[in-house]
């Protein structure tokens, strides 16, 4: 992407050979029949690994003695929440149970598994204790409500029957709350950074390997499956939710998190390892199959409490104003360093060439879009004639084109797109280049070298990119297009570094935007 005339490559390493055996052992078949996923939970706890449980050939018993239950009289679920994260709370009105609730993005998650019990449905290894651990597993027509007892929009969609289910399917959730369908879950994994690293998102910091995760407080927890035969697979290893998807008349759409011991590949980075590889994805299995259910909230038209997604990451005591795009009515935070005002978070205006990483919708709404140099410039001159005709023009190129200053861009109304003139006016008045890094970069996600945030500029790690292909490196940099005459300039942060980078880019390269008041 980028040294300092493009900054530091990485260097991606991945046993395939390990990858493709633990890939049998996480990711199962279709058939999910791998004799492979027994366990026992003599050699598994909190932050242990245990892959080495899969080392024998045996069928895993239907009895208790597979699994130990854990005695919910020495067991609280307030183990699997995140302390730092507000949660609500529902009561189921049928049994009345109450469940923990989430708001991620623009929907509300429960944050526990559905514990309510119907035919077809099961504790794990037909232990009763474990139900008040982990919530019920249920075949996909109980997950539906293909009997209809609560409503008929999964009416008949049963095992072995073609389903024509409404596109929301309220199937065994609470009133108020439906089965998620594939979009919602996608928009989840988009949520928690894409698929490498949801599970590690979501999962909760108790019984999977490792002790991280759950930032977002989804909650996931390592439930496992149960299998038409009555075996049961992958408890402390593995979470599979049904969704209201299904693929054809014997099987359906589950969504799968991996314990991040089965499946790994670690990204290196300037000699770190960055990241590893936490697999989320979504598979076909048979409807007879018994997994956990997570129940999603019906929309709610003008529920005030659904705020911008990317606020969830700014500092909750700092006094920020707040600025509308008049074009599409999104509300902007900004904030006022010396004599300067800017936007506070990425803009998000859709174009023709803007990009959300990983290209998931989703990641527009937590990061921002990325935008090629034309766009960023307004070169087809929609909202002004200052950057007129500056397109593509190759590596380090001259543009064919003469910016004139203040150059809008494609910044709101009253708004434009920096100079470098005008980051160094930033820079100084927080200290200096050299330490512009640390004190405009956020508090949270990098993966070190964080922050100090202190000027509320909330500088996140959202990603490089070059011709619009993402870095496989994540939390370690990010970069914004700057107005510059005849060149296309970027200003970017990186993880090890306190200081700011500023250098001339290929115009193929993809960047954000930070617009500044005029």
Partial sequence: MKNKNKLAPFLLNISVAAFFSACLVACGSDSSSNPDLSISTENSSAGTNSSAANSNNDKPSSSSSTVRATS?????????????????????????????????????????????????????????????????????????????????????????????????????????????????????????????????????????????????????????????????????????????????????????????????????????????????????QPKSNAASVRCVRDSVPGDTTIKPFSWRYMDPEFSYGTMTDERDGRVYRTTTIGSQTWMAENLNFKTEHGRCLHRVDENCEKYGTVYPWSDATDSIA????????????????????????????????????????EFSTLFDAVGGPEVAGKMLKSKTEWYSGTGLDSFGFTARPADN?????????????????????????????????DSVFVGEQDNRSVWYIRCLKD
């Fill in 72 to 284: 919910s009289s020495s067991f609280s679920k307030a183990l699997f929440l995140n302390e730092n994260i507000s949660y609500g709370e529902i009561t189921d009105e049928r049994d009345g149970q109450t469940y923990k609730t989430v708001l991620i993005g623009s929907r509300y998650w429960m944050a526990e598994n559905l514990n309510f019990k119907t035919e077809n449905s099961y504790c794990v290894n037909d232990n009763d204790t474990l139900c008040l651990k982990y919530g019920r597993l249920y075949t996909w027509s109980a997950a539906m409500d293909s009997t209809g007892a609560f409503s008929t929009s999964g009416l008949n969609c049963g095992n072995g029957t073609k389903c024509t289910a409404d596109s929301i399917v309220r199937g065994v959730c609470p009133q108020g709350w439906h089965l998620p369908n594939y979009s919602e879950f996608s928009a989840l994994y988009g949520y928690a950074g894409g698929i490498r690293i949801a599970t590690r998102t979501l999962k909760t910091r108790y019984e999977w390997g490792g002790g991280h995760g759950n930032e977002l407080g989804f909650s996931a927890v390592p439930a496992g499956y149960r299998e038409d035969e009555g075996y049961y697979y992958s408890l402390k290893k593995g979470a599979y939710f049904w969704l209201n998807s299904e693929s054809y008349e014997t099987h359906a759409q589950w969504a799968q998190m991996y314990d991040p011991g089965e499946l790994r590949a670690n990204t290196y980075y300037n000699g770190d390892i960055i990241t590893d590889w936490y697999f989320a994805e979504f598979r076909t």
């Fill in 465 to 497: 990119f070059y011709d619009y292909s993402p870095s496989t490196v994540l939390r370690t940099e990010t970069g914004f297009w700057s107005s510059n005459k005849s060149t296309a300039v970027i200003i970017s942060f990186d993880y090890k570094q």
């Fill in 382 to 421: 929609e909202f002004s004639d200052n950057g007129k005709g500056c397109g593509y023009i190759g590596f380090h190129g001259t543009a064919p084109c003469e910016i004139t200053y203040p150059a809008r861009g494609i910044c709101p109304q009253g708004w434009h797109l920096p100079s470098t003139e």
